[in-house]
């Protein structure tokens, strides 16, 4: 299986993407962050994990997002750009098991 190494947008700590977090610090701008386990925002912040763990995860979790009236869907969507770029250049191990 192939993981992809990130560095959380806060402290600069390497992590694996599926070990991050999807955190909203401003609601007002609606901005978001890959952050590690020891930086997620306390209120809005999604485990990677959890949010693609299975289809009813993610359709969930999306579905919350939605209900958010502070939530952007294209500030969201600007931020998966980013984090697309960021697995395709990182750096990837592979990971036995
Ligand atoms: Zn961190």
């Not at 994990?49 to 209900?67: K, M, N, Y």
């Not at 294209?74 to 990837?92: I, T, V």
Request: proline residues 3%.
């Amino acid at each position: 299986m192939k993981e992809y190494l990130l560095q959380c947008e806060i402290c600069g700590k390497d992590l694996e993407l599926m070990n991050g977090y999807f955190a909203c610090f401003d609601v007002e701008a609606a901005t978001w962050q890959f952050v590690c386990s020891d930086c997620p925002d306390l209120k809005y912040d999604f485990s990677v994990a959890r949010f693609f763990g299975s289809p009813r995860e993610t359709i969930d979790c999306l579905a919350h997002l939605q209900e958010k009236r502070w939530f952007k869907p294209d500030k969201f969507f600007e931020f998966m750009e980013r984090l697309r770029a960021s697995c395709s250049y990182g750096s990837s191990v592979n990971v036995i098991g």
